[in-house]
């Protein structure tokens, strides 16, 4: 019955995406003026790296939200957390649909990620049970441009800030993504961590999109080694190998299935981070125990279709989660390689 119900599933999300995948790219999305900056003022790489992405992406000078965080916690405390979301809420506009939190920690509110925490509002509920269904997100492979407007949530990417120069580059990366076309693959990975691999079902069909010039490849396989035509890579596995030998294009986004991924400065499994290191531009992980729902990660093909349609990183992933309290999103929130320029 589980199968069936993914298999129907699945149909239903390539429908949506199938004609959408044979069209020209789209032109929407989110854009600077609609992006807030949130900077730590108690954390001068935080400054410094916030500085950079608002020359860099011409965000307006009204749109950046000074806080201040001390002592750089890797969690916050829900009352804390209130504070901290209502400060940052009494200095946005009205058009502000996004926000980006420019720190590396805190990055999680208890046992929900700091971005889910932001967006959704904390879910207490879930801390008792994490292995429990999520609350679900309206966003979830949702149509609207306008998340803010539409569905009263705004979005939110963390951009991580342990090496200026590292977060620098990624800058640079989402940035020039999509200057022009370029061959590329989106690869998915089957691997032997049976647990790990419950979206696998939701993997798009291999075969070739023409029009954006993308090869979906699909592999049995532990990890990829030495590509260098990557747009997409995503797997279950706890620990990802053979990083160093792959090449990430401008605009990439990578992700693996694990239960940890989001505890960017944990050492139970590995960081999110590490993907970011690798050269990708945006990824996703889960700050505490989620067990296997694929509920709880970015469904491949949900993620695929709206990247492909011209959604930039942080509405492509965000709609591509169906319960994402325990998800972290990270990395260059306006990267749109495939959006029309």
């Given at each position: 019955?589980?199968?069936?119900?993914?298999?129907?599933?699945l149909?239903?999300?390539?429908?949506?995406?199938?004609?959408?995948?044979?069209?020209?790219?789209?032109?929407?999305?989110?854009?600077?003026?609609?992006?807030?900056?949130?900077?730590?003022?108690a954390?001068?790489?935080?400054?410094?790296?916030?500085?950079?992405?608002?020359?860099?992406?011409?965000?307006?000078?009204?749109?950046?939200?000074?806080v201040?965080?001390?002592?750089?916690?890797?969690?916050?405390e829900?009352?804390?957390?209130?504070?901290?979301?209502?400060?940052?809420?009494?200095?946005?506009?009205?058009?502000?649909?996004?926000?980006?939190?420019?720190?590396?920690?805190?990055?999680?509110?208890?046992?929900?990620?700091?971005?889910?925490?932001?967006?959704?509002?904390?879910?207490?509920?879930?801390?008792?049970d994490?292995?429990?269904?999520?609350?679900?997100?309206?966003?979830?492979?949702?149509?609207?441009?306008?998340?803010?407007?539409?569905?009263?949530?705004?979005?939110?990417?963390?951009?991580?800030?342990?090496?200026?120069a590292?977060?620098?580059?990624?800058?640079?990366?989402?940035v020039?993504?999509?200057?022009?076309?370029?061959?590329?693959?989106a690869?998915?990975?089957?691997?032997?961590?049976?647990?790990?691999?419950?979206?696998?079902?939701?993997?798009?069909?291999?075969?070739?999109?023409?029009?954006?010039?993308?090869?979906?490849?699909?592999?049995?396989?532990?990890?990829?080694?030495n590509?260098?035509?990557?747009?997409?890579?995503?797997?279950?596995?706890?620990?990802?190998?053979?990083?160093?030998?792959?090449?990430?294009?401008?605009?990439?986004?990578?992700?693996?299935?694990?239960?940890?991924?989001?505890?960017?400065?944990?050492?139970?499994q590995?960081?999110?981070?590490?993907?970011?290191?690798?050269?990708?531009?945006?990824?996703?992980?889960?700050?505490?125990?989620?067990?296997?729902?694929?509920?709880?990660?970015?469904?491949?093909?949900v993620?695929?279709?709206?990247?492909l349609?011209?959604?930039?990183?942080?509405?492509?992933?965000?709609k591509?989660?169906?319960?994402?309290?325990?998800?972290?999103?990270?990395?260059?929130?306006?990267?749109?390689?495939?959006?029309?320029?």
């Amino acid at each position: 019955m589980v199968r069936l119900l993914r298999a129907a599933l699945l149909l239903l999300l390539l429908h949506g995406a199938a004609p959408a995948l044979a069209q020209p790219v789209g032109t929407g999305g989110l854009g600077p003026e609609q992006l807030a900056i949130v900077v730590n003022d108690a954390d001068p790489a935080s400054i410094a790296v916030a500085a950079y992405y608002r020359e860099r992406r011409g965000i307006p000078a009204a749109n950046v939200v000074h806080v201040r965080i001390p002592g750089k916690p890797h969690s916050l405390e829900p009352a804390r957390f209130r504070l901290l979301k209502a400060e940052i809420d009494s200095q946005l506009g009205p058009g502000i649909q996004a926000v980006l939190m420019v720190w590396t920690a805190p990055y999680a509110v208890a046992c929900n990620s700091i971005t889910a925490a932001y967006t959704l509002g904390f879910d207490a509920a879930l801390c008792r049970d994490t292995c429990a269904a999520g609350q679900p997100s309206a966003y979830f492979n949702a149509r609207s441009r306008l998340p803010f407007a539409s569905h009263g949530m705004r979005l939110s990417m963390l951009l991580p800030t342990e090496s200026v120069a590292a977060a620098k580059a990624l800058i640079d990366r989402g940035v020039t993504g999509g200057f022009r076309p370029v061959p590329a693959s989106a690869y998915y990975l089957t691997t032997s961590e049976a647990t790990r691999n419950s979206r696998a079902a939701f993997f798009p069909p291999a075969g070739r999109i023409e029009a954006k010039k993308l090869d979906i490849r699909r592999r049995q396989a532990e990890a990829l080694e030495n590509a260098g035509d990557i747009m997409v890579y995503q797997l279950g596995k706890a620990s990802v190998d053979k990083l160093d030998t792959l090449r990430f294009l401008p605009g990439a986004l990578a992700d693996h299935l694990t239960s940890y991924g989001g505890d960017l400065l944990g050492s139970n499994q590995m960081s999110s981070l590490r993907w970011l290191e690798a050269g990708a531009t945006a990824s996703y992980g889960t700050v505490s125990e989620p067990c296997s729902h694929w509920q709880k990660f970015p469904n491949p093909t949900v993620l695929l279709r709206h990247y492909l349609q011209g959604d930039s990183a942080i509405e492509a992933y965000w709609k591509s989660v169906a319960w994402p309290a325990q998800g972290l999103f990270i990395g260059e929130p306006l990267a749109a390689p495939y959006r029309r320029r």
